[in-house]
């Protein structure tokens, strides 16, 4: 049986496999995972991948492999970033003001010329005619001249509406930028990023809201060498989208601080690309893993949020 959890309500205490007898199943292996999202009743997820890999399901727990956002890589991305030839990293995806924003990151590896895309769809139904993903062109950049790395996009729509974009990797850490809801660019480009996180292996932000806190959830060591990978999720809380953020010690984010969420455990090799997912009332914490029974091939896992008496999110990390 492949490796996936999906857990239900928390109220319930049980888990919605077990009580719909559903079976992990179908094609789990991505890398890199966005945070889930629905169209027509199927549930999607973008990963790492030519083009931008998608998946979709039914139940959350069997996946098939999904058409490609780009068949052919925008002419942009190989102006902007020469040595990138259609291999996208790390995609994410939300829905605001009728349509689905993907933003994914152009890079080549250990790069700092880096950049994140955007490309737009107003179904995520291939069988639907209106069904196009449109290249919406650059969104930030990043190059040695600057103090950060623009990719690992992580896009969240707040209580208010408010759509926001986490980003970052190594450098001086995680940043963040507000975009407009309609337009998915950048609500003002003049403005500079506001800096929510650093360690010196950090990248992968996912930014979530309950009530009044907002959470940071990042990631912190090495991925991309199968077994061998160090990755280990990492959070903060504030009362404000642009932080500070800070541990449960108080420690901020920006000095090294990070309450750890899921390390490596047992066949479960290095959790990382956390999202957030809730509907009807359930909370689900996705993310990728390591196979390690599986020569440390990437998962997909989807396992219960909860929340402790102390406000701060937990999630099940036994086998």
Same mark, same amino acid.
């Given at each position: 049986?492949?490796?996936?959890?999906? &857990?239900?309500?928390?109220?319930?205490?049980?888990?919605?496999?077990?009580?719909?007898?559903?079976?992990?199943?179908?094609?789990?292996?991505?890398?890199?995972?966005?945070?889930?999202?629905?169209?027509?009743?199927?549930?999607?997820?973008?990963? /790492?991948?030519?083009?931008?890999?998608?998946?979709?399901?039914?139940?959350?727990?069997?996946?098939?492999?999904?058409?490609?956002?780009? +068949?052919?890589?925008?002419?942009? *991305?190989?102006?902007?970033?020469?040595?990138?030839?259609?291999?996208?990293?790390?995609?994410?995806?939300? +829905?605001?003001?009728?349509? @689905?924003?993907?933003?994914?990151?152009?890079?080549?590896?250990?790069?700092?010329?880096?950049?994140?895309? &955007?490309?737009?769809?107003?179904?995520?139904?291939? !069988?639907?005619?209106? @069904?196009?993903?449109?290249?919406?062109?650059?969104?930030?950049?990043?190059?040695?001249?600057?103090?950060?790395?623009?990719?690992?996009?992580?896009?969240?729509?707040?209580? +208010?509406?408010?759509?926001?974009?986490?980003?970052?990797?190594?450098?001086?850490?995680?940043?963040?930028?507000?975009?407009?809801?309609? *337009?998915?660019?950048?609500?003002? !480009?003049?403005?500079?990023?506001?800096?929510?996180?650093?360690?010196?292996?950090?990248?992968?932000?996912?930014?979530?809201?309950?009530? =009044?806190?907002?959470?940071?959830?990042?990631?912190?060591?090495?991925?991309?060498?199968? !077994?061998?990978?160090?990755? =280990?999720?990492?959070?903060?809380?504030?009362?404000?989208?642009?932080?500070?953020?800070?541990?449960?010690?108080?420690?901020?984010?920006?000095?090294?601080?990070?309450? &750890? &969420?899921?390390?490596?455990?047992?066949?479960?090799?290095?959790?990382?690309?956390?999202?957030?997912? !809730? +509907?009807?009332?359930?909370?689900?914490?996705?993310?990728?893993?390591?196979?390690?029974?599986?020569?440390? /091939?990437?998962?997909?896992?989807?396992?219960?949020?909860?929340?402790?008496?102390?406000?701060?999110?937990?999630?099940?990390?036994?086998?």
């Amino acid at each position: 049986m492949a490796a996936i959890w999906l &857990l239900g309500a928390c109220a319930a205490g049980t888990t919605r496999g077990q009580d719909s007898g559903m079976h992990p199943g179908g094609d789990l292996s991505i890398h890199d995972p966005s945070t889930i999202v629905k169209c027509k009743g199927r549930y999607w997820v973008f990963g /790492t991948g030519w083009g931008v890999r998608a998946k979709s399901s039914l139940d959350l727990a069997a996946w098939k492999e999904g058409p490609r956002v780009f +068949e052919k890589a925008p002419f942009w *991305t190989t102006n902007t970033v020469p040595g990138n030839r259609g291999y996208f990293w790390a995609p994410d995806v939300v +829905e605001s003001c009728g349509r @689905y924003l993907l933003y994914y990151s152009v890079s080549t590896w250990g790069s700092q010329n880096s950049a994140i895309g &955007l490309a737009a769809n107003v179904t995520l139904d291939d !069988t639907d005619r209106r @069904y196009r993903w449109s290249d919406e062109g650059l969104v930030i950049h990043s190059c040695p001249t600057n103090d950060f790395n623009a990719i690992d996009p992580g896009v969240f729509l707040d209580s +208010e509406k408010r759509l926001w974009m986490a980003f970052g990797s190594y450098w001086s850490g995680i940043k963040l930028v507000q975009l407009d809801p309609r *337009t998915g660019k950048r609500a003002d !480009t003049n403005s500079p990023a506001v800096a929510l996180a650093w360690h010196s292996s950090i990248e992968a932000p996912a930014l979530c809201q309950r009530g =009044n806190d907002y959470f940071l959830f990042v990631n912190w060591g090495q991925c991309c060498r199968g !077994t061998n990978s160090t990755y =280990n999720i990492r959070v903060g809380r504030s009362k404000h989208v642009r932080g500070p953020y800070a541990d449960k010690g108080g420690v901020s984010l920006m000095q090294d601080g990070g309450t &750890l &969420l899921l390390e490596t455990n047992g066949r479960f090799i290095g959790p990382g690309h956390a999202g957030v997912y !809730t +509907e009807a009332g359930r909370n689900m914490f996705s993310f990728h893993y390591y196979d390690r029974d599986q020569k440390g /091939t990437p998962k997909l896992a989807i396992r219960r949020l909860q929340w402790g008496s102390d406000g701060w999110p937990v999630v099940d990390s036994t086998e």
